[in-house]
């Protein structure tokens, strides 16, 4: 156990505690060696260095080169960040199958709570007539990259029923203007792993093709990799990927800072101006302390990857064995600490309720989607029933669990479901 | 002293380092309360609500509440941000003045190290013909301001020999076009405090001449406080701002956390999409104990503020007393803790140079600016002439100083001084 929490929590897709060790590697940064590594002295030089550093040994770890990588604020930030590879729309060819018109400008974003939002300009005026998809997307992908895929007009390719990208709708979907395909690497409801190698070979097919017929527009893949970074062994070459997000919140680090992986033909536009730190494409002092933690957080991850892995496939036994009454909707190709359960005919959301008076924490879907009530996109797309998605909960184990709150937790749930499912028998009579 | 640094920092504006007080309460958000704010169960509310609670705070210390506050990753964010105001450029009325070509596209952001950057879609989309100019910005602003205006095509209003804003020029130059007035509350290179209140009185005497002629374009006011919110006491009513940039990196909190203040009739939009969080105009999974050391920095601010500023007169007037041989460049009107020295005839990088050496740690120019090797646009815009701007040491008080350093900084700064004058003399032999 990480802290002593006096729980059982096993949401850890949701949110990671920061690890010690990572803390204490962040500390001097936000004391001592607070310096803006852009001022003229030595200390601030060397917080420069250290700063440097951190981003190569991020960078490392997948495989790739500190200059590769744009720091951002997070994982959201990183996928906006991926979208701006998309050419300049105004060019003759994209101005000939673009269609410009008052009411594409129309605000999508609504009902947030704070009236008057409009969305922003930049997405809506590169929003395309639905007829010329730039984008696509996979339709579980999370909200920070289909959002962003709808208002530049994307098309979602579909999944199997096992949450698996459904690669004959991709190949039926890319056309010739396809510039962009965004992927993620591991879905954060199901935990499915995509099969992203595949992606980006059917990807190198297409460009070779487009080549012998003299198209020259670009084809990338992005893929967010923010649930799996603690959890696969990630090397860009091997995925075959262009773009990758990355996050330190979800692996034990500091919220707040992200990555985004940019390969080297790869033309990006800042999301906004300033200083010109990140090479131009991310302006603001540096968040020194917290790329310094992203980088202690990745080295452990790295380090302890097979060794949580085992312990995770271990845990994950336990309960798959031992619990009762439910159906398990992420079967194959799923993250090892991921378990989705279907409690048919039970209500998810008081589940998460009762569990949490006896000390277990658990999800019922993505946290943004829970805290705005609405169905998780995700289920729906996998063909779930309205019932199975009300009944869905998600487990997801890490490093604050040990095995004795592995069998603590399989005794309080499957008590709770019994008196539910006895009560809502009796409740039919 | 906050920390034993072993040396004289006296570049406060640069960077501050966190105080222990909010380090302390930053920690536990790190580690036990670390939950996701939109989770369901009751931990996760609980840090939500300490989120909002945090916010409260640094709301109330500039008289506004939470809600109109967007959390950032920064000032240079908040100031991008701010910049979203300005109304939907394809109405009919932008349309008329807007003159679209694919020459005004071309990349404006060049030599930034990485090639193949290219400025952002959106600014450059945004970007109008310079004859109707929507945006005004003082030409002293900082890069995240300046850079955004130019590439909106703002115009740049003129400052005074002593860096005060040329309230003539701003009136000549507001035009019924003008929707948007960016005037920094105090300089980043000369502490220079703007009269914000006689700029919201112009601009309000302008609303009501509008109104009267039936016009019903905007006209807010937008200021970046980042450097003066722990040294003035700011009060946005009093300010008459409609959009103001907050940072916590200053003010000896986290870097990278900033905020937005917005005024209720406000609309803006989001820089980046995604999970809908600061009411969908910042998603992300929110900087909690960024967001808690923020607030805790501001409270410290606020009931600090007359000591400390009593404290930084008091010393900058031993500076001005004791030092020799400068020309002070900022008189009136300044931050207490600033001081803008010239050495005419002196190469100031070389004096930042040898005051490292001895231990005392001072600045030529801003940071950004200084890392570029650029010379300050802030310094050309006051008429100083090339000599005058490489002879020019930015000194700024701060938290890390008492008075025996200031004392030993006298004697520090009048010996290395000395010796400089004599070498160079005795070059011009």
Redesign the interface.
């Known amino acids: 156990m990480?802290?002593n929490?006096g729980?059982i929590y096993l949401?850890h897709a949701?949110?990671?505690?920061?690890d010690?060790r990572v803390?204490e590697a962040m500390?001097p940064y936000?004391?001592?060696r607070?310096?803006?590594?852009?001022?003229?002295?030595?200390?601030?030089k060397e917080v420069s260095s250290d700063y440097e550093a951190a981003k190569n040994t991020i960078a490392h770890a997948i495989g790739v080169k500190g200059?590769d990588l744009i720091i951002?604020?997070?994982?959201?930030?990183a996928?906006?960040l991926a979208f701006?590879s998309?050419s300049?729309?105004?060019s003759d060819e994209a101005r000939r199958c673009s269609s410009?018109s008052?009411r594409s400008?129309a605000p999508v974003?609504t009902g947030?709570?704070?009236s008057?939002?409009?969305?922003?300009?930049?997405?809506?005026?590169?929003r395309e007539h639905p007829s010329c998809h730039r984008i696509l997307y996979l339709i579980t992908e999370?909200?920070?990259v289909r959002?962003?895929a709808e208002?530049y007009g994307g098309e979602a390719i579909k999944v199997l029923p096992n949450g698996i990208i459904d690669l004959d709708d991709l190949k039926k979907k890319i056309t010739d203007e396809t510039e962009l395909i965004s992927v993620s690497l591991a879905n954060n409801e199901l935990g499915t792993v995509q099969p992203l190698a595949e992606v980006a070979s059917i990807i190198r097919e297409i460009k070779i093709e487009r080549m012998k017929r003299g198209i020259k527009k670009q084809l990338l893949l992005h893929s967010d990799a923010s649930q799996a970074l603690n959890l696969l062994d990630i090397n860009v070459a091997r995925l075959g990927v262009d773009l990758l997000t990355l996050n330190a919140?979800k692996i034990y680090g500091?919220?707040?800072?992200g990555a985004l992986y940019v390969s080297h033909d790869v033309?990006?536009?800042?999301?906004?101006?300033?200083?010109?730190?990140e090479?131009?494409?991310r302006?603001?002092?540096?968040?020194?302390?917290?790329v310094i933690g992203f980088a202690k957080a990745m080295e452990l991850a790295k380090k302890h990857l097979n060794g949580n892995r085992k312990k995770y496939v271990n845990w994950r036994k336990i309960l798959l064995t031992e619990l009762q009454g439910y159906e398990l909707i992420n079967h194959k190709h799923v993250l090892d600490n991921f378990m989705v359960l279907c409690y048919n005919g039970i209500d998810a959301?008081r589940l998460?309720?009762l569990l949490?008076e006896k000390g277990v924490?658990v999800?019922?879907g993505a946290?943004?989607a829970?805290?705005?009530g609405v169905r998780s996109h995700v289920l729906e797309a996998i063909g779930l029933s309205d019932e199975q998605i009300a009944g869905s909960l998600r487990i997801t184990l890490g490093e604050t669990n040990d095995e004795d709150q592995i069998h603590e937790a399989v005794k309080i749930i499957n008590e709770i479901v019994k008196n539910e499912y006895q009560r809502i028998k009796a409740l039919s009579r």
């Open positions: 990480y802290y929490m729980m949401d949701a949110a990671t505690p920061v010690k803390l500390k936000f004391t001592e607070f310096f803006n590594p852009s001022a003229a002295y030595l200390p601030a200059s951002t604020a997070g994982a959201t930030e996928n906006n701006t998309l300049n729309k105004f410009f008052e400008l974003v947030l709570g704070r008057g939002i409009a969305p922003s300009a930049i997405m809506l005026l590169e999370h909200d920070s959002h962003v208002r919140g500091p919220k707040g800072v033309k990006l536009k800042p999301l906004t101006l300033g200083g010109g730190q090479n131009g494409l302006s603001g002092t540096e968040n020194v302390p917290g959301e998460v309720f949490e924490y999800a019922t946290a943004c829970a805290s705005k």
